[in-house]
């Protein structure tokens, strides 16, 4: 289907706000069940859909008005991001609503909670991706073809497992370690299951705009669209697609109104239209125009954060690996439990911004990861997640004793087992030791072994006899 | 360069942070190469490490009968034969408790040489201040008998000392400012001290304080020029044993600990309050108030009235090792104070694997990373940390690991350097 002159360029923006939390002191676990702070997160929705949401749905809108069906965009809004338009800003909501009836709009599916479930099992990230692809259908009148995962992770398996969802395309980093010699501007597929489309950045001149774009000590400063379309011109001939992938708060929020980043975007179709080959196409278009050139294959997973482009950003210290644990120990009974308090908060407390707020690269690499960061260092981010998945937890237990219950019997079960197992062993060791012993008794006929074993407890009894005199001593201390 | 250097205490003859902080900078700049320095206390012990300086005790230099002309005013003065009784801290119920307890310290006083010899007047301020006073003077003799390139001052009770060699030498003064009397006061500060205070940072050529903390009260409180000021960061000496080995523990419960004198400056109370509400929810935990101090049977009362004493225990006065041993017993440390202008203990503790939790009122706060850092006062964040630590493994462990890391980097070595650097600067 693709002919030598036509190329794609595919803009997709991704629209998140976590619900943050609150300050949670340990004395509130049992007492106090509700954790965020929505003083913080309407403030800062109103800010952002201020500055960015709203001024750029209108341009965007404009745009596609304008350029009657030539200018298209991808999207992708988390679940969390649409509760919180609902709550804060439904404004925001009824734009893209009126977005996606353009038909020039793609909306992408990926998990309810922008979580790190695709890290876990296949059973749990299925089932965020359907809750928000019910999400998608109900608020926004359309359901996704294609799929993107929390920050762009993605390995083979998480490729195959979206594959299997039935979804055609995904969209991933153009990390230089996957790619090689490998050019991003391609369409590549997934090594597990080839009918998923993988869509990679390009990193160079996504982040062109999306970080350097105001930077004056830039080589490229200032950044004209004209100047953009130049560039996309100086790229190897053969490229078939580019794709430009950044936070959609770049406009009007990281990018600031006064920097021309608006005025940079209303001239962007133009430039590319009039003077490139490039046609604007939504990732499922690309999906479908295109024949993927090869497989990519990505054995560990990736991601578009930090210079690393890895899963450090959430997981690469104790503290982030111990609350993610922690979190996902209890998903089995958060699901058989299903009380819909448990589930939203559930949901909540899955978002990767709450792991990301404790990434210890902060005291190094910090500009990013300070970025609308409710904490002073990732200590506090833990210490207060924690305690919040402490309360969470008592609540479980109190709440569904029942399934508690048949856990602590599966439990209790399983390790009998493990003792009776332990058991036989033992009882083994035991009759061979005794046969042993009795042939020793036979040649020598020594007491040895007896006296050994009374010289053990006698030990055993004076440590704890010390541990006693000690309490005491610190008891009449304190009496003084 | 040969640097004159006034202090107060010399290991191991210490009673606080003072002598540990100014022990520890001389050695770093004995490790530089240039560097040779005279260190003189009021009063030598003879037991002093001297490999890395040359130690005079003042109460060891002959003066009396000697006259010695100050080149300022060409006054003279006949100098007088000293002994001395002499501690750093200006809280009269220590200096009391001092004076009771150290038999020895009287018999010094009696031991005088008859001939220029000086009655004290007994109570504390006079006797305190007259000290100082007659360290001055010896100093100037010190002074006057030594070549030297720059003087170096550390806290008030020398500062006169270092405005009476520069009286002689015309060399340069640089005054090392441990803490002010508005951090051992509570801001109710004593005139006399601060006046003291004041000369000595007004006299110096150049003013080096332990934090931004101290450097901000300089400023700010003593009207001193902040060109004049440098902040130069106190470290630690590196483990002396290698090989850190976890006491034997009575009991399995998890241990915190505060660490010091038990005064209003170390914020004792904020400490028991934040341990009432973590034993509201953790049974298996014990607290250990360890020193001693004019405010210690208020706390003894209070944790009486919160009904914790089977949880919550006094030691009293630590010393040398049982210092050590107690940190190895914790699982958490707090050091809570209202005003530290450094705080070298936390520091110590992290050295010994403990995770620390300091106040955002200290100095040290300023140069770690890895630590709990709470306003003095928020006894409910502190609470929350201690409760933290102690139920979430995996933030101990960081913090143990990372601390250590962080703590290994403060070299004395690094703080020599930069005060050298302020030498060189004074000495042009």
Known sequence: ?480 | MRVLMFGWEFPPHIAGGLGTASYGLTRGLAALNDIEVLFVVPKAWGDEDQNIVRLIGANTIPVAFKTIRYSSTLRSVEKIEVGSKLVPYTDPEDFWKMTRSNISDTDVLLNTNNEGKIEFSGSYGATLLDEIQKYAIVSSVIASENQFDVIHAHDWLAYPAGIAAKAVSGKPLVIHVHATDFDRSGGNVNPQVFKIEKEGMEYADKIITVSNLTRDIVIKKYGIKPSKVQTVYNAVEPMHFTEVTKPFRGVSDKIVTFLGRITMQKGPEYFIEAAKMVLSKMSDVRFVMAGSGDMMEKMIRRAASLNITDRFHFTGFLRGNDVFTMLGMSDVYVMPSVSEPFGISPLEAMQSNVPVIISKQSGVAEVLTHAVKVDFWDIEAMADAIYGILSYPALSKTFVQKGKEEVDKLKWEKAAKQVHDIYLRVVK
């Open chain 1, 1 to 480: 289907m693709s002919s030598p002159q036509k190329k794609a360029l595919c803009l997709y923006f991704e629209v998140h706000q976590p619900f943050r939390l609150r300050r949670y002191r340990f004395f509130e676990m049992g007492n106090e069940h509700y954790y965020y702070d929505d003083y913080m997160n309407e403030s800062i929705m109103r800010k952002v859909a201020e500055l960015c949401y709203l001024p750029a749905n209108r341009l965007i809108l404009d745009l596609i008005h304008k350029h009657k069906g030539k200018f298209r965009v991808t999207f992708s809004l988390t679940g969390m991001v649409i509760d919180q338009f609902r709550l804060y800003a439904p404004e925001v909501l009824d734009s893209f609503r009126e977005m996606a009836s353009t038909g020039c709009v793609e909306f992408l599916a990926e998990t309810n909670s922008h979580s790190l479930s695709s890290l876990t099992n296949r059973e749990i990230f299925m089932r965020q991706v359907s809750t928000h692809r019910n999400k998608m259908i109900e608020y926004l009148g359309v359901e996704p073809t294609s799929i993107r995962n929390t920050e762009l992770i993605y390995s083979d398996e998480i490729g195959s497992w979206m594959a299997d969802m039935g979804f055609k395309a995904t969209v991933t980093e153009g990390a230089k370690h996957i790619l090689g010699w490998k050019s991003p501007n391609f369409l590549y597929c997934n090594t597990i299951n080839p009918r998923l489309k993988v869509l990679l950045r390009n990193y160079q001149l996504s982040d062109d705009i999306a970080f350097r774009f105001s930077n004056p000590g830039w080589s490229g400063y200032p950044l004209t669209a004209d100047k953009y379309a130049g560039w996309l011109n100086e790229l190897d001939p053969a490229s078939e697609i580019v794709n430009i992938f950044m936070d959609y708060e770049t406009f009007g929020e990281h990018q600031k109104k006064e920097t021309g980043i608006f005025d940079f975007l209303r001239y962007l179709p133009d430039a590319i239209l009039k003077k490139t080959p490039y046609n604007f196409m939504t990732v499922t278009e690309v999906a479908d125009a295109f024949q993927p050139v090869s497989v990519i294959h990505v054995p560990s997973p990736i991601s578009w954060a930090d210079e690393e482009r890895d899963l450090t950003a959430w997981m690469g210290n104790d503290l982030q690996t111990a609350a993610v644990t922690k979190l996902y120990s209890l998903s089995e009974r958060v699901m058989s439990c299903g009380k819909e308090a448990l589930i939203r908060d559930w949901i909540y407390l899955q978002a990767s911004d709450h792991f990301y707020y404790m990434s210890t690269k902060f005291f190094s690499d910090g500009a990013v990861h300070a970025y609308f960061n409710p904490y002073d260092n990732p200590y506090q981010a833990f210490l207060n997640y924690m305690n919040i998945l402490s309360d969470f937890e008592i609540r479980l237990n109190s709440e569904c004793p029942e399934s508690d219950h048949d856990t602590e019997l599966a439990r209790l079960n399983k390790s009998v087992e493990a003792r009776d197992e332990i058991i036989r062993q033992l009882e083994l060791k035991v009759s061979k030791i005794e046969k042993e012993y009795s042939l020793i008794q036979k040649k020598v006929g020594s007491e040895k072994p007896v006296k050994k074993v009374g010289a053990r407890a006698t030990g055993v009894k004076g440590k704890s006899e010390k541990k006693t005199t000690e309490i005491k001593k610190s008891k009449a201390g304190s009496k003084r």
